[in-house]
């Protein structure tokens, strides 16, 4: 099957275990809106999502957040669908002027670190006074030294295994879940 699903495929919800809870993903985003809510209060402020999966948390923290800051996007991908990660791919970059604004760059997972921190350089490279880093859950897993974790994050943490929901994908669909799953191990797609 090559790592997607055909059009022509119906969709199946794979065998997976639900590992976080629509309500502990509502205190999570509860307890990162209040962290991020100083930088919103006291800087020109922009939310910068990563889609396709930032655009979950980046809704969450927007309509948990007070004042007056921009909303964007852009889209970097390493996956394009599939499981396994690949080189970074730019598909849109920002469309806001960046510089002088502090920018937290938005993603649904930490994983790797590579989407994270380079869409992080960029904005840095265009000019924003301040960039923070904001993911959703953290995947447990051996990093290389020299990649620091975001900034901020939910307090939430997943397990060494392909998860979705809350807008992370499998093969591009499933993101619309209100909890997250990890896909159960025995003949389940492997993450790269």
Same mark, same amino acid.
């Given at each position: 099957?090559?790592?997607?699903?055909?059009?022509?495929?119906?969709?199946? =919800?794979?065998? +997976?275990? #639900?590992?976080?809870?629509?309500? #502990?993903?509502?205190? /999570?985003?509860?307890?990162?809106?209040?962290? !991020?809510?100083?930088?919103?209060?006291?800087?020109?402020?922009?939310? !910068?999502?990563?889609?396709? @999966? /930032?655009?979950?948390?980046?809704?969450?923290?927007?309509? =948990?957040?007070? /004042?007056?800051?921009?909303?964007?996007?852009?889209?970097?991908?390493?996956?394009? @669908?599939?499981?396994? /990660?690949?080189? !970074?791919?730019?598909?849109?970059?920002?469309? #806001?002027?960046?510089?002088?604004?502090?920018?937290?760059?938005?993603?649904?997972?930490?994983?790797?670190?590579?989407?994270?921190?380079?869409? +992080? =350089?960029?904005?840095?490279?265009?000019?924003?006074?301040?960039?923070?880093?904001?993911?959703?859950?953290?995947? #447990?897993?051996? =990093? +290389?030294?020299?990649?620091? !974790?975001?900034?901020?994050?939910?307090?939430?943490?997943?397990?060494?295994?392909?998860?979705?929901?809350?807008?992370?994908?499998?093969?591009?669909?499933?993101?619309?879940?209100?909890?997250?799953?990890?896909?159960?191990?025995?003949?389940?797609?492997?993450?790269?």
């Amino acid at each position: 099957m090559g790592g997607r699903i055909k059009v022509s495929d119906k969709p199946v =919800r794979p065998a +997976a275990d #639900e590992i976080i809870s629509p309500a #502990e993903i509502a205190a /999570g985003f509860d307890r990162l809106a209040a962290e !991020l809510q100083p930088l919103v209060e006291t800087a020109e402020c922009m939310l !910068l999502g990563i889609m396709t @999966g /930032g655009m979950f948390p980046l809704v969450h923290l927007a309509e =948990r957040l007070q /004042g007056d800051f921009l909303i964007d996007y852009c889209h970097a991908t390493r996956y394009a @669908g599939g499981t396994q /990660g690949h080189k !970074l791919v730019w598909l849109a970059r920002p469309h #806001e002027d960046l510089a002088g604004r502090t920018v937290i760059v938005i993603d649904d997972i930490f994983d790797a670190g590579t989407t994270l921190h380079a869409v +992080a =350089r960029y904005c840095a490279e265009a000019g924003a006074a301040r960039v923070c880093t904001a993911a959703m859950v953290i995947k #447990e897993r051996v =990093r +290389a030294a020299d990649v620091p !974790l975001p900034d901020f994050t939910t307090g939430l943490r997943v397990p060494d295994r392909y998860v979705f929901g809350c807008g992370m994908d499998l093969y591009a669909r499933w993101r619309q879940l209100q909890a997250i799953y990890a896909l159960q191990t025995s003949g389940g797609a492997k993450e790269g």
